[in-house]
């Protein structure tokens, strides 16, 4: 099988393998040469990639989508860091980007108190202008 871990802007591995694993919601996916094919969200975690020479490789990826189809396995991610060494990336890499999504979401909240108080204003102006 050919897998390819994708990111917006560039292509973090491509490899020959005879097996990867990686990790929905609902739990780890084992997949082989003739698997099905699927569609599949990812969450954060590491993607093992096993060559045929048993030579594995990692890829902590920052959630994405896996795609399963003939003898394709594509991941595409918002971010993806490759390695050899994967209690590293499970410690530093995974926590990182898990920090990032929770500053994420607390820009996010941050920004729609911003949206609504500025409505509220734009509220109170067009009733004050009425009366």
Known sequence: MKLRVLTPTEVILEQDVTHVTAEDPTGSLGIRPGH???VTPLVPGVVQA???SGQEKFVAVNGGVMLVAGDRVEIVSRQAVAGNDRHHLESS???GFEKETREDQTDRVAFEKLRVSF???VIEYDKAKVQ
């Open 119 to 121: 409505m509220r204003g």
């Open 36 to 38: 099905a094919a699927l």
């Open 50 to 52: 096993r060559s045929s």
């Open 93 to 95: 890499v995974i926590a």
